[in-house]
C-alpha cells in the first residue's frame, strides 16, 4: 500500500485567565474536506465550564476513530464473503485508567456491533471471523502502538 499522508488542523485561542486555570479548553478541528468539528477537554478531565460537553473531546474521537474503522473493513469483508449488510450499529465504549508511574491511558475499548442483513444469516463463527478479521486489519486498531512524535515550532511572542 502507498504511503498516506492525514491531516488535522487545531485551533484554540484563548478565552478567560489562563493564568488562574479559568480558560476555555474548547476549540476546533479542521480537515481537509471541509469538515469543522468543535472539540474540547472531556468534562470528566476539565469540569465545566472549562470545557465543552456539546463538543467532541479527544477520548470520543480516539473511540469513534476505531468503532468507525472496524465497521469500514467489516463491511468490505462481509461484501467479499456476499453477504447483504443492511445497517451496522456500534455503541463503542472506551475506559480509561492508571497505568502506573502516574500516567493515565485509554486501557481498553469494548465495540458492540449489532449488523442487519438481508438474506440468509451466516452462522455466528461466520460473523465472528468476519469481525476477527476487520479487527486485524483496523488501520487505527494496529496504529495504538505507533510513535507519536512532536515536533513544535518556533514560538510565536504576541507582545501586549
Known sequence: MAKHIYKAEIRWERQGDFAANTYSRGHHW???GGVEVPASASPAVVPLPYSVE??????????ASLSSCHMLWF???ARQAEFVIESYEDEAEATMGGIGNGKIAITKVMLSPVVTLSGTAPGSDVLDQLHHDAHEKCFIANSVK?????EP???IVKNA
Open 54 to 63: 456539546a463538543a467532541v473531546d479527544p477520548e470520543e474521537a480516539f473511540v
Open 75 to 77: 463491511l468490505d469483508l
Open 146 to 150: 505507533c510513535d507519536v512524535v512532536c
Open 153 to 155: 515550532k518556533p514560538v
Open 30 to 32: 479542521s480537515f481537509d
